[in-house]
């Protein structure tokens, strides 16, 4: 069984960073897809930036240039680098881990973001 914790969020003024963490347990997380994902009140969740276990990552349009998604295998973690924040980046931002070999997924309990104006 995995476990996703996360950590990191907050508040924090507009043009401001954050810095969030997660860490899974168990043994596949070297061979699995990581990505985070954020929910804002009255929206779909929507994934903001992902990282295959080898191989190139991907943002979404609206946080390319100021976030940065990285992975330390050794630690079993992934963050989520944010800078310049904007009021729109505030959501529930929520770890992601893919398990390719059996298909499923896994998922953090959320971290908070919030940015003020």
């Known amino acids: 069984q995995v476990q996703l914790v996360e950590s990191g969020g907050g508040l924090v003024q507009a043009g401001g960073s954050l810095r969030l963490s997660c860490v899974a347990s168990?043994?596949?997380?070297?061979?699995?897809?990581m990505g985070w994902y954020r929910q804002a009140p009255g929206k779909q969740r929507e994934l903001v930036a992902a990282i295959p276990s080898g191989g190139s990552t991907n943002y979404a349009d609206s946080v390319k240039g100021r976030f940065t998604i990285s992975r330390d295998n050794a630690k079993n973690a992934v963050y989520l680098q944010m800078n310049n924040l904007k009021p729109e980046d505030g959501a529930v931002y929520y770890c992601n881990l893919w398990d390719i070999t059996n298909q499923r997924d896994y998922w953090g309990q959320g971290t908070q973001v919030t940015v003020s104006s």
């Open positions: 168990g043994s596949i997380f070297r061979f699995s897809t």
